[in-house]
């Protein structure tokens, strides 16, 4: 498996402003994925972090609300950018390891937009 | 159809009990069917996964069943115990390029001492 550590855990932020979520992993992986879980309810997928390029979004998902980097294969940030109450969710990075279909998540980063 | 169905939203079972969850797709696609374990306050874990070549796979008390024709698939916790309530969510990718986890909408298990 991989360990994968996300910062912050948890933070409050005020609307209009944004939060970049970093996701670190001990170990090389072949893909980094972001997901968002809102409240009591299950995973949606943001976007694909492609190394060195730009992310692959999800439909209703924008680069410009959400941007994504990935500079190396064990570390991406997700920026969410203009917050409103509706971004509170728990935001949650992925990986892949390589020959493995499995995908393991990070703790997750709960964030309340105030 | 890219969903993944999963019934029942909330399962309340007795100490000893089988709890079973239930998922349905619609892409015959998918080829790669993971559960998942959740916490409150952590991320989800990988409880165990299956393929659609095989119709059962067992992990000590955790099952998943899997009817292909039906495009159904199951998990059972046999024995279930009071540190088995969490939130439980079936998923599926297809392993093309792009391995994307489409996720049920989850199954919270509570069991009774």
């Known amino acids: 498996s991989a360990v994968i550590s996300q910062k912050p855990s948890r933070d409050i932020c005020q609307r209009g402003t944004s939060l970049t979520i970093q996701c670190q992993v001990d170990s090389q992986v072949t893909m980094m994925f972001w997901y968002r879980q809102q409240p009591g309810q299950s995973l949606t997928l943001i976007a694909t972090a492609n190394q060195g390029s730009e992310a692959t979004y999800e439909s209703g998902f924008v680069i410009d609300k959400f941007p994504i980097s990935r500079p190396n294969l064990t570390f991406s940030t997700l920026t969410v950018s203009n917050m409103s109450p509706e971004d509170s969710s728990i935001y949650l990075c992925s990986v892949r390891l390589a020959g493995r279909e499995t995908q393991y998540f990070g703790p997750g980063t709960r964030l309340l937009v105030l | 159809q890219q969903q993944v169905k999963q019934s029942p939203q909330s399962l309340i079972v007795q100490k000893g009990g089988i709890s079973i969850i239930n998922c349905a797709y619609e892409?015959?696609?998918?080829?790669?069917f993971p559960w998942y374990q959740q916490f409150p306050g952590k991320g989800p874990a990988l409880l165990i996964a299956i393929r659609p070549d095989v119709s059962e796979k067992k992990e000590g008390r955790f099952t998943i069943s899997f009817n292909k024709s039906a495009k159904q698939f199951s998990l059972h916790i046999m024995d279930s115990q009071p540190g088995d309530s969490a939130t439980y969510f079936c998923?599926?990718?297809?392993?093309?390029?792009?391995?994307?986890?489409?996720f049920g909408s989850g199954t919270r298990l509570l069991v009774r001492p």
């Open positions: 892409n015959t696609a998918f080829d790669y």
């Open positions: 998923a599926a990718s297809i392993g093309d390029s792009s391995y994307k986890l489409i």
